[in-house]
Every structure is written in C-alpha cells, then in structure tokens.
C-alpha cells in the first residue's frame, strides 16, 4: 500500500493485551466483566487503562480489535483501522456489528485541522409513508415497525465506510476488506457472549428461515463457546463488495437478493432505492465545557445536540464539589437531561427535511437560561417540562469503537441494525441482517417508540428521510489537540452514557478506565424516573427520593469504548467491562 512520508515506522510495535491478558487483568482487579442485571459496576484507582505511544483501538470484539492493531502497526492510519474494525465487527458481532444498518463517525485529524462528521444513517424507502405503522383506526401497530420487512431503511454502513475510508484513509476498500473476508469464509471461535445472544433471541430469529441457517447448527441449537463459526454466504457479499466497490452491495446480486427478499415478504426497498442511496458529509456539532472542545455528531442524530445542551446547564454548577456520583451531582444531572430529553422529543429531526433551530439548543446562553429552572433541592415532574423556546437564542443494540494513530488522528464510529440483531431477518442468499431502524421514526407524533422516546412532527416518516437517533460519537479536544475519544451504544442511554464519560474525565478527574465502568444514571424527561446501575450507595439512592425523584434500579447501560490522549502523548484505552468482548488494545 502507498503511504504517506509521514507514517514510516521506525519504532518497533509492542504486542496489545490479548483477550486472555485482558481477562485475568479483570479478575485479579475484581472486576465483572459482563455484569448481569443488577450486578455492580466496581469503580476505582484500581482500574487501569491499556497504555500505548503509537496507537490504540478500542472496539466491542477481540478479534475487530486485533485486526485494527495490525493495520495500525502494518503502517495504516485511523481510518484505515476504523474501516477495517467496522467491516470485521459485521462478521463476529451480527447483534449490532452490520453491513444491513448504518451509523455515524467523527474523524478528527492530529494536526488540529477540523472535525468532519460522516452520516451514512439509514433512509426511509421512497414508498414509505407517515401512517405506514398505523392501522385503519389511526393506533400504532408496534411489531410492523420492528420485525416486520417494512422495518428496514436503506442500508448506509457499505456506502459510509466507503466514503471515509476514501476521504481519509490509505488502504484501497478491498485490503480494508481483508480481514472481514477471512473472517467470514474461514471462521472464527465463537465467545460465550456470541452464544448467549442466539439463545436469548432464539424464538424471535428462528422465525425467519434464512436467519435460522446462517445463525444456528442444523438441528436448530446455537453455536457453542469455542466452537468455530463460519458465515460462507456473507463472504460472497463482502468479497463482491471487495470486487465491486459499493456497487457489489448497492447494484448487482447483492441489490438483487435484497429487493428479492423486499418482495417475497410485501417490503419496501427497491433497487432504486439501494442505487439511489448517499451518505453525507457534514459539519459535526460544536460546544465547550470548562475549557474543552466538545464535537458530536449532528442531526439526524440527537446525540451531538442534548450532549452540548447538558453540559451547557451543568457547567454553572460545581460538579466536582458535588462529588462523583453523589445525591446533588446525580439530581442536578437528572434534572438537566429532563429538560434536554423535553426539547429532542418536539425539535429534533433530519435537516434535510425539517428546521432545527440547532444554534439555539446549543447555546450557552440557551443553557443558562435552562439552568435558572433547575431547583437544587427539589425534583421538577416530567408533567411540568415542556420544550423550551430555542429560536429566541438563535444568531439551529448498536456498538462503537474508537481510534487513534501514532499521528494524534482519531475516528469516532456508532454504528447499528437498531435492536439487537435489528429486524431478526437475515437477507437469504447474502447472509447478513436487515436492520429494523424504520421504528426510530415518529410511527405517530406522541407515541414512545421501543426506547420510550417520545418523538413529534420533526420524525415523521417521509420517503427519503433518515430517522432520528440518539447515536452520538463524540471527539474532545484540550488545547487545539485531541484529547478524548468516545462514544457508546444502548439507544437513548447513549447521550447519557457518553456525557458520563465526559464528566468523569473532566470534572472528575478519574482515569479512562475508571471513567469508563463507574455506575450510570439516565433520565429521559418521560418516563419520569432515574434508572441506576448497581453500586449507587442506598444513602444516595434515599436522597434523590427525598428531593421528589422515582429511583428505579435496572441492567448495566452502554458499552462504551473510550481513547484518552495525555499531555506527553500516551495513549490510554477503556474498554467497557460491561461486554465481555470488549477490547482495548495498542503498541
């Protein structure tokens, strides 16, 4: 491959954690890999970070992570090994990892130079309509949105990685291939994870014939831990991909057996619709908190947007003396993604088709005004929050890994198929999973979609239209230099989830590792109620009802994948303890 001056190697590479390191690291720290619901995230100095000088991945899945190191040490840059990543994660992680969905990514260059935004999100089909999910009576038909072929959107993730790996990266789309090929034609052993989730998603898959073939044994049973999978449809898809270019997945065979599986089952994509498909470039939201430079993502993602807003209402409030974690810090938290959540549910939407006044909901002057209503000692119910008035301050289960080369580049990817294994409906003859992105749409202006948001007018299915998400990675920067890499999947948890990270690092203080596996908190405005993760003290819990708040403990949120850059450049990884297959890993 052709490299630029700039990447000659010539320090020798120094081996990453393999997964076998990672696990007893995990145990002699004491901490869960995986937990259960209910299960404690432990917190601590204690809790260490993979350290690296010349690169680091962070990804959901060993094997993605390994294959992104090696572009890292053969030479490659960020978004060679993002690309690779992504395109790998399609084969061992087909719970989220997909070449069937889409996503967003950040790229943000070592020099300083600015912060690019690629949105390869899903599209509604052309002959998609805003009651499409309504039946005769004008009442939502939840599973026609959800595990039905009508579900998909207009697959972005071939188109999307293409592009970035294009505008930024130095492998051809064929070597970024590679791996991922290898992968599915050679197989792989599954983890104990990979088995867990076919059994959990049995009856809901094995619904649908192709998906029963490609992801179970012949007599039906899952895939045992250790045991070697191997996907031989999916490397035809890929390796036409790899052929092809994006015309091996969007022309051709791969559209064929797409709009052939649309029509044995009363779906909507057509081959227009896969011919007539672009991502976008496009300017990445832009805020500050105590100093540092905070990029996410834009509409049609949410993400970006409510990340700013809060920090914007927090930063008049002293956090760190509030201490991590604590009644007021999580009461304060609480009450501002209220008022966040409030303002996702009436203005946020594609600004493609619709206005958001996005200057206004990111403004600091937005925020302090928002802040002014937040009483310290007293919750606010949901029932009294409605939209705030941002034009008057105008001048408008998914997964995530990050990464960073030894020239400071950082790639920041979400991408996803929605739920876990999306629509349950694998394409038959290609090999991989529709998505089923279709139920991120307003189904009806008021109604909660599968998360519980609410969503209004701005989400209203129209044909064309990319669906609002909650998808936000997010890139900080400290003095002009990059700094912080992150971002996290978990459907609307994913704003609250990554804002944690942030707030742990710079309020906070604590290390990636530790700012990665602390315990989370989520409001969403409605329900009206704080969902915890374990290992929240009961005298903290006992204060927040106190002040008026619904405390409702629940499972392990997110999994997030975090890069922090330090003054002398080292590298330190976090990988989520809350998936077993997390990786971290650098040389």
């Not at 259960?36 to 809790?47: F, N, S």
């Not at 072929?149 to 993730?157: F, I, L």
């Not at 498909?277 to 970006?304: A, E, F, L, N, T």
């Not at 990270?501 to 596996?517: P, R």
Request: with cysteine.
């Amino acid at each position: 491959m052709d490299r630029h001056p700039l990447q000659a190697c010539t320090e020798k590479p120094v081996p990453g954690h393999s997964l076998a390191t990672r696990l007893l690291i995990a145990l002699a720290l004491l901490l869960p890999l995986q937990p259960a619901a209910g299960d404690a995230i432990l917190e601590g100095e204690r809790h260490h970070p993979v350290k690296a000088k010349n690169g680091m991945v962070a990804t959901s899945h060993t094997l993605a992570s390994e294959v992104a190191l090696e572009v890292l040490k053969d030479g490659g840059n960020a978004m060679d090994a993002a690309v690779t990543a992504g395109f790998a994660l399609a084969v061992t992680q087909p719970r989220s990892g997909n070449i069937g969905g889409g996503g967003f990514m950040l790229y943000a260059p070592g020099n300083g130079g600015a912060v690019e935004a690629i949105d390869y999100r899903e599209t509604a089909p052309a002959a998609a309509t805003e009651t499409m999910f309504q039946d005769e009576d004008g009442n939502v038909v939840p599973d026609r949105s959800r595990f039905t072929h009508k579900a998909a959107g207009v697959p972005g993730t071939v188109a999307g990685l293409a592009m970035a790996l294009e505008r930024h990266g130095t492998l051809s789309l064929e070597e970024a291939l590679a791996p991922a090929i290898r992968l599915a034609r050679d197989g792989f052993n599954v983890p104990d994870r990979f088995t867990e989730g076919l059994e959990q998603a049995r009856e809901r898959l094995q619904r649908w014939p192709a998906t029963l073939d490609t992801f179970y044994k012949e007599d039906g049973s899952a895939w045992q831990p250790g045991e070697r999978f191997r996907q031989p449809e999916l490397a035809k898809t890929l390796q036409r991909i790899a052929d092809e270019g994006i015309d091996g997945f969007y022309e051709g065979k791969t559209a064929q057996l797409i709009v052939d599986e649309m029509e044995r089952h009363n779906g909507l994509i057509t081959l227009d619709d896969l011919k007539n498909y672009r991502p976008q470039v496009r300017q990445p939201v832009h805020g500050s908190y105590r100093d540092h430079d905070i990029y996410s993502m834009s509409p049609p993602s949410s993400g970006g947007t409510h990340i700013v807003q809060i920090l914007n209402i927090l930063e008049g409030f002293p956090l760190s003396d509030f201490g991590h974690n604590s009644a007021a810090g999580i009461h304060h938290m609480a009450e501002a993604m209220k008022l966040a959540y409030a303002d996702r549910a009436e203005y946020l939407g594609d600004t493609d088709f619709v206005e958001v006044p996005l200057d206004g909901l990111i403004s600091k002057a937005y925020g302090e005004s928002l802040r002014k209503t937040i009483d310290p000692d007293r919750a606010r119910p949901a029932s009294d929050i409605r939209a705030g008035d941002p034009g008057a301050w105008e001048s408008p289960e998914t997964t995530h890994f990050s990464i960073v080369d030894r020239w400071g580049n950082a790639v920041s990817n979400t991408y996803t198929i929605n739920f876990s294994y999306g629509s349950g409906i694998t394409v038959t003859g290609a090999g991989f999973l529709l998505n089923n992105e279709m139920d991120d749409f307003s189904a009806k202006p008021g109604e909660p979609n599968a998360y519980g948001l609410i969503g209004g007018e701005a989400n209203k299915v129209e044909p064309g239209k990319r669906m609002l998400s909650s998808m936000s990675p997010t890139i900080v920067r400290r003095d002009g230099k990059n700094f912080l890499v992150t971002g996290s999947p978990g459907g609307s948890r994913i704003i609250t989830t990554t804002l944690q990270v942030l707030l742990n690092v710079i309020d906070h203080d604590m290390n990636i590792q530790s700012a990665v596996s602390a315990p989370r908190i989520h409001h969403q405005w409605l329900p009206d109620e704080i969902l915890i993760e374990q290992g929240i003290s009961p005298d903290t819990v006992r204060l927040l009802e106190d002040k008026g708040h619904e405390v409702v403990p629940g499972s392990a949120m997110g999994a997030i994948q975090s890069i922090l850059i330090d003054n002398e450049g080292t590298l330190h990884g976090g990988a989520d303890p809350r998936r077993s297959t997390s990786s971290a890993m650098g040389y």
